[in-house]
């Protein structure tokens, strides 16, 4: 299989858990897995094969900025740098909705958020903590715990 088709078929696996994760009732545990558990390890299992089969001959390394262009010329690599961006948004972000669930934040809120960190990784997990964080120091959340 060629990395372009393999690409084909990663994309819209994320985007399907990216889909459930933001959309779907999280009062149905059993769909709660999808975005959670089983495109997580499906993707893991790409990247891993990837990996195993092209990374310890492709040149390149991680000691300069140079030598990771380089690595990064070989399309398998690449694809293996994309499917792992990929797995692990898509976990951060399950992660980042059970704690904004926990803390009170409505799905409504919680949707742009995830989508920054589908997009943006890092910048959304600041905005999920942030998000967070202003929604548990309200006063209304505060009274109503009391």
């Known amino acids: 299989m060629t990395p372009d088709f393999l690409f084909q078929i990663a994309n819209p696996l994320a985007m399907a858990g990216w889909v459930v994760l933001i959309l779907a009732p999280r009062r149905w545990a059993a769909l709660g897995h999808v975005p959670r558990t089983a495109v997580p390890l499906l993707l893991a299992a790409l990247y891993s094969a990837l990996v195993l089969a092209h ?3 492709a040149e390149g390394g991680y000691d300069s900025l140079a030598n990771v262009a380089l690595l990064f010329e070989t399309p398998e690599v690449l694809l293996a740098g994309w499917v792992h961006y ?5 976990m951060i972000g399950a992660l980042m909705a059970d704690r904004m669930d ?3 934040v409505a799905r409504v809120l919680q949707a742009p958020v ?3 960190i589908f997009l943006f990784g890092p910048m959304g997990v600041l905005v999920a903590l942030a998000t967070e964080g202003v929604v548990r120091l309200l006063p209304a959340r505060s009274e109503a715990l009391a």
């Open 102 to 104: 926990r803390a009170g």
């Open 114 to 116: 995830l989508v920054t």
């Open 55 to 57: 990374f310890f001959t």
């Open 86 to 90: 990929l797995a692990f948004d898509l």
